[in-house]
């Protein structure tokens, strides 16, 4: 049963890598649940510090992954009509059977959205589609970061109990 559990957080923190870039997927929470599942294992006593923390760590990364384009359209220069395109083309670009749809959604949507708010100003519309774009890089940024720490905290675990676990 170990063995299945090893196997199964590993996974997890793999496709929660993955996950980092992906939007579909939630990475940094499908990661947790594989730190989770490792401690789970009668192996592997639990450290409910590091349990605490990473939760609180993925919580938080969860909230800034769905504000932090917003933010990057508003600083540079967006109003709420370009803040509101980011999030509809988020979510029409993450389901669009488009290559990259993900990071062309937030831009377009934004760009349209400014364009609806003025549709005379070209200028500022592409600025504030860059903000979103931006802003997109850097939240998946952090999260392929976080998710490394995670792959790197279980491994460590891992390499810690390897005399229980296998």
């Known amino acids: 049963m170990d063995i299945l559990l090893l196997l199964l957080g590993f996974i997890c923190v793999v496709v929660g890598f993955f996950g980092s870039f992906l939007p579909v ?84 949507g934004a760009f349209v ?3 609806i708010y003025d549709y005379k100003d070209h200028q500022r519309a592409l600025k504030a589609a860059t903000g979103s774009l931006l802003g997109f890089l850097a939240s998946s940024f952090m999260k392929f970061v976080v998710c490394m720490m995670y792959l790197g905290l279980f491994l460590w675990i891992v390499w810690q109990n390897k005399a229980t676990l296998f």
Request: hydrophobic fraction near 50%; avoid cysteine.
């Open 113 to 115: 959205g400014e364009l």
């Open 25 to 108: 997927l939630p990475g940094p929470s499908i990661s947790w649940v594989g730190i989770v599942l490792l401690y789970f294992t009668t192996a592997v006593p639990a450290n409910y510090w590091i349990l605490g923390i990473s939760a609180l760590i993925t919580i938080a990364l969860t909230v800034l992954d769905y504000t932090i384009p917003a933010k990057g359209t508003k600083k540079f220069g967006g109003s709420p009509y370009g803040i509101w395109g980011t999030n509809i083309g988020l979510i029409v670009g993450i389901f669009a059977p488009i290559p990259l749809g993900f990071i062309i959604g937030p831009f377009v």
